[in-house]
DNA sequence: TCTGGGGTCCTAGGACCC
DNA sequence: TCTGGGGTCCTAGGACCC
C-alpha cells in the first residue's frame, strides 16, 4: 500500500512558519519576476484568486487589497521540503520525493493502521516543520494521489483519505470529476466531456480499446491504475536526468547583444554548475531567446541545439552558447527571457572522451573542482567565469523576498528569552 | 512597468535503408 | 496516365506534471 504526502499552499505554509503575522491572511507567492499567482492559501482561493493568474493584472482589485503577496523563495522552500522528507523517513520504510511538496511512502510490512498512522505522521511533520499536509492512501500511485485530492478538498476534514478497499474508493468514484485524475490533462479532459465521460467512474467504464484510440497509452495506463493494477512503480530508481536547464525572464527587456551575451553566459554558468553537481556532462545544448508574447512588442522567438563534446567544463559550454545565441540574435528587438537547457546528459565517468578533445580533460576536471571547492567554501559566485555578472540590471525582479531564514547565518530567526 | 521555471513521456512524420 | 513495401532511427512538438 502506498500513501502520497503533500503539503498544503506549500510556499505559502513555508513562508507562515517563520512568519506568524500571516496566519489567517490571504497570501499569495508568486512566480519569478513577480508574475505568476503559482501558490495561494485558501483565505486567498476564497477571494477569488486563481494559480497562474499574472498578478500584476489583478493586484489593485479592491477585493484583493489585504492579500499578502510574497516573492518565490526557493532556497527556503528547499530546505523545508528536505526537512520534510527527513521527518517521514522515522515513520515508513521508504519515501520517494515526487516534487518539491509531495512524497509517495511505501506502507508495506507496517502493522500499525494506516490512516491512525497517516495521522500521526501529519501531526508531527506539523509540529517540527510547521507544514501542514493531507495524506492519500491507495495501492497505486494514482488511487493516492486521488485520494490525497479527496482528503485535501473537504478542509475541516481529517486530512487523511483512505481508498485502500476497492468497495471505498468505487463508491466514491461516481462523484469525482475524471479532471481530478493525476495524468488526464486539459487536452484529454476536453475529449472526454465530448464523449460523456465526467466522472472517475465513467472514465473506467469506458472500453479500454476505444481508450486506446482516443487518447494515449498513458491514458490506458492511468486506468489500469485507478483499477488499482500498478503500472507506475514505487522507488524505481531514476537513471539519469535526460536534460537540465537554467532559463529565466528578464526583469527588464534586453536590446543590446553584450547584455545578453551576459546573460546566456551566466545561465550556461548555473546550468553547468548544476550539471557537475550530479557528476554528469553534456553532449548538446540548446539556446532559446524570445520576446515578450503578450505586451504587443514585435514578436521574435528562436531556437537552436548543437551537439558538443561530452563535457561539464563551464568556459567551454560558456564558448558554445554563446556562439549559438549569437547565431540567433536579431539587432531591435526587446528581448524578454532566454534560455540554455543541456541535453544527451551521461555519467562523466561512461562519457566517451573525444580522440583529439578540445582541452586537456584532466586539466579541465582539476580546474573546475578547484572552481567548484572555492565557491562551497566561499559562496557562490565567489570565483566566476569572465563574461557573466552577478548583479547585472536584467535580473529578476523579487520585490517580496523573504529572508534565507534556514539556508543563510544571517537570516536565522533571534529568539529573545 | 509588469504574464514562471524545470522536468518527463508519447507520437507523428521525415530521413534513411534495403 | 501509371512511381513499392517495410523496417529503424531521430526529432520536433504536444501533453502533462508540479
Keep these: ?62 477585493q484583493y487589497r489585504n492579500v499578502v503577496w510574497m516573492s518565490s523563495n526557493y532556497a527556503l522552500y528547499g530546505d ?15 519515501v520517494e520525493p515526487y516534487s518539491i511538496d509531495e512524497m509517495f511512502l511505501d506502507f508495506d510490512g ?32 494514482t488511487i493516492a494521489k486521488l485520494a490525497n485530492r479527496v482528503a485535501k478538498a473537504d478542509r475541516n476534514g481529517p486530512g487523511v483519505c483512505d481508498f485502500a478497499l476497492p468497495a471505498v474508493r468505487e463508491a466514491a468514484y461516481g462523484t469525482i470529476p475524471v479532471a481530478d485524475v493525476w495524468g488526464l490533462g486539459p487536452a484529454a ?51 539519469t536526468r535526460k536534460s537540465l536547464a537554467v532559463t529565466r525572464s528578464f526583469g527588464q527587456p534586453i536590446t543590446t547583444w553584450p547584455e545578453m551575451r551576459e546573460a546566456v553566459a551566466s545561465y550556461t554558468l548555473r546550468a553547468v554548475e548544476k550539471l557537475r553537481g550530479y557528476g554528469l556532462v553534456a553532449a548538446a545544448v540548446q539556446v532559446f531567446m524570445h520576446t515578450n508574447r503578450f505586451n504587443g512588442d ?7 541545439t548543437v551537439t558538443l563534446e561530452p563535457s561539464n567544463d563551464t568556459i567551454l559550454l560558456i564558448g558554445a552558447t554563446v556562439r549559438v545565441a549569437h547565431g540567433l540574435w536579431r539587432e531591435g528587438f526587446r528581448y524578454a527571457k532566454a534560455g540554455v537547457i543541456f541535453v544527451d546528459l551521461c555519467e562523466a565517468e561512461k562519457a566517451t572522451i573525444p580522440f583529439f578533445p578540445s582541452k586537456d580533460p584532466a586539466r579541465s576536471a582539476a580546474l573546475m573542482r578547484a572552481l567548484d571547492a572555492i ?18 540590471n536584467w535580473s529578476m525582479r523579487r520585490a517580496n523576498l523573504s529572508p534565507a531564514y534556514t539556508t543563510c547565518l544571517e537570516d536565522i530567526l533571534p529568539v529573545h528569552a
Design 298 to 304: 514585435p514578436p521574435y522567438a528562436n531556437h537552436a
Design 80 to 94: 523545508m521540503s528536505r526537512r520534510m522528507f527527513e521527518v517521514l523517513h522515522d515513520f515508513v520504510p521508504a
Design 110 to 141: 507496517l502493522a500499525e493502521s494506516l490512516p491512525a498512522l497517516s495521522s500521526r505522521i501529519r501531526e508531527t511533520v506539523r509540529r517540527i516543520t510547521k507544514i501542514p499536509t493531507c495524506i492519500g492512501i491507495g495501492p497505486t500511485k
Design 375 to 392: 565557491n562551497r567554501r566561499y559562496g557562490r559566485d565567489t570565483l566566476r567565469v569572465g563574461g557573466t555578472v552577478a548583479r547585472p
Design 189 to 239: 479532459q476536453r475529449k472526454l466531456k465530448d464523449i460523456g465521460v465526467n466522472t472517475v467512474a465513467d472514465f473506467l467504464a469506458y472500453p479500454a480499446d476505444d481508450l486506446r484510440g482516443l487518447l494515449t497509452v498513458t491514458a490506458l495506463r492511468t486506468q489500469h491504475e485507478l483499477m488499482g493494477i500498478e503500472c507506475v512503480s514505487f522507488g524505481v530508481v531514476p537513471a
Design 1 to 62: 500500500m502506498l500513501g502520497l504526502i503533500d503539503g498544503n499552499s506549500f510556499y505559502c505554509s513555508c513562508e507562515r512558519a517563520f512568519n506568524p503575522d500571516l496566519r489567517h491572511r490571504a497570501v499569495v507567492v508568486l512566480s519569478n519576476n513577480d508574475g505568476c499567482v503559482i501558490a495561494r492559501t485558501n483565505e486567498a482561493r476564497d477571494l477569488g484568486l486563481k494559480m497562474g493568474e499574472p498578478w500584476h493584472l489583478v493586484r489593485d482589485k479592491p
